[in-house]
Each structure stands twice: as C-alpha cells, then as structure tokens.
C-alpha cells in the first residue's frame, strides 16, 4: 500500500507540514534578524535532504516533491503551502506562543500517528529526520553578538523548544 493509500489527506497534511514548522518555529525561537534568514534556509536544506538521506522510506518520499519533475514539485509546493496556510488560519494561530503550541501538539499527533500506521523503521526515520531539521535550523547561525562575532551558537529558547519537540516525538536526544 503506498504513502497516499495509507494515509488520508489530513494525515498527509499533517506528516509533511510537521518538518517544516518545526523548522519555522525554531528560527523564530530566538529571532535575530540575519540569523534567521540562514536559519530558514538550513530548514529548507534539512527538509529536502530526506530525499537522500532517507532513499527507502515511504513515508517521507511520499512527502517529498519529485524534484525530477520540477512543474509537479512547484505545483505540489503550492498546493502544500496553500493547505499549511489554511490550517494555521483554520486553528487561529495569531501569535508566537500559539504557533509553539499547535506545532508541539502536531508532533504528539505525529508521534501516535507514526505508532498506529507506520513501521518501526519508517517510524524511526521520520523522527530523525524531523529533529534533524530543528537541530540544523539551531545550528546555521550564532544568536546574539553583532555582525556574526560573539553571540552563542545555541540559544537557551532553541535548546528548551529542542527538548519540547524531542519529548513529543518520543525521542530521547538533547541539543549540545
């Protein structure tokens, strides 16, 4: 049974869209300016790179566009971002605490989900991966100091939401 038949629509919303807000919210766990922008950029680098990393996994090739077609991937991006939009709309998320607290609920429903339909290997992978984008976002730039110097490489807000989502997704790992 592929990706499509196994999961319903809302199912699917929820697999793909759970990695790339884990992504958003850890950039904004500490906003700072510059920073941020390369922190959104390693959270679309993260994300992508479950094509590779994870070349058997149903679950997330499913997610994943086909990058080969790219009229499809744009298509598929469009569609995607236009759905994640009217969820968030849709749960009334009007504010920085609201945005945490939908995406850590998304992770325990992502982490039942995973338990219910998925196999332990593709269970495993999927939460590897989705950490991977929150531990890639936290460590593209330096928070704090000016202009790159001083400053931490990981804040006290990215290591608290790390080990919120950590817990969640029924992962046992920290952020060094």
């Given at each position: 049974?592929?990706?499509?038949?196994?999961?319903?629509?809302?199912?699917?919303?929820?697999?793909?869209?759970?990695?790339?807000?884990?992504?958003?919210?850890?950039?904004?766990?500490?906003?700072?300016?510059?920073?941020?922008?390369?922190?959104?950029m390693?959270?679309?680098?993260?994300?992508?790179?479950?094509?590779?990393?994870?070349?058997?996994?149903?679950?997330i090739?499913?997610?994943?566009?086909?990058?080969d077609?790219?009229?499809?991937?744009?298509?598929?991006a469009?569609?995607?971002?236009?759905?994640?939009?009217?969820?968030?709309?849709?749960?009334?998320?009007?504010?920085?605490?609201?945005?945490?607290?939908?995406?850590?609920?998304?992770?325990?429903?992502?982490?039942?989900?995973?338990?219910?339909?998925?196999?332990?290997?593709?269970?495993?992978?999927?939460?590897?991966?989705?950490?991977?984008?929150?531990?890639?976002?936290?460590?593209?730039?330096?928070?704090?100091g000016?202009?790159?110097?001083?400053?931490?490489?990981?804040s006290?807000?990215?290591?608290?939401?790390?080990?919120?989502?950590?817990?969640?997704?029924?992962?046992?790992?920290?952020?060094?």
């Open positions: 049974m592929s990706f499509k038949e196994r999961f319903s629509d809302e199912e699917q919303l929820l697999l793909s869209a759970t990695p790339i807000l884990i992504g958003s919210a850890m950039a904004m766990a500490e906003s700072s300016g510059l920073a941020t922008i390369k922190e959104l390693a959270s679309a680098k993260a994300y992508m790179g479950g094509l590779k990393a994870y070349p058997h996994n149903e679950i090739q499913g997610i994943l566009p086909n990058l077609d790219r009229k499809d991937a744009m298509a598929q469009k569609e995607f971002r236009q759905n994640a939009t009217a969820r968030i709309k849709e749960k009334h998320v009007g504010n920085q605490e609201d945005f945490r607290q939908l995406l850590l609920s998304d992770t325990r429903d992502v982490n039942r989900l995973l338990k219910q339909k998925a196999t332990a290997e593709e269970s495993s992978e999927y939460k590897e991966w989705a950490i991977s984008v929150a531990e890639n976002v936290a460590k593209a730039a330096k928070e704090g000016f202009l790159g110097f001083g400053g931490e490489r990981i006290a807000g990215e290591k608290a939401l790390f080990a919120e989502l950590a817990a969640s997704l029924g992962i046992d790992k920290t952020l060094a």
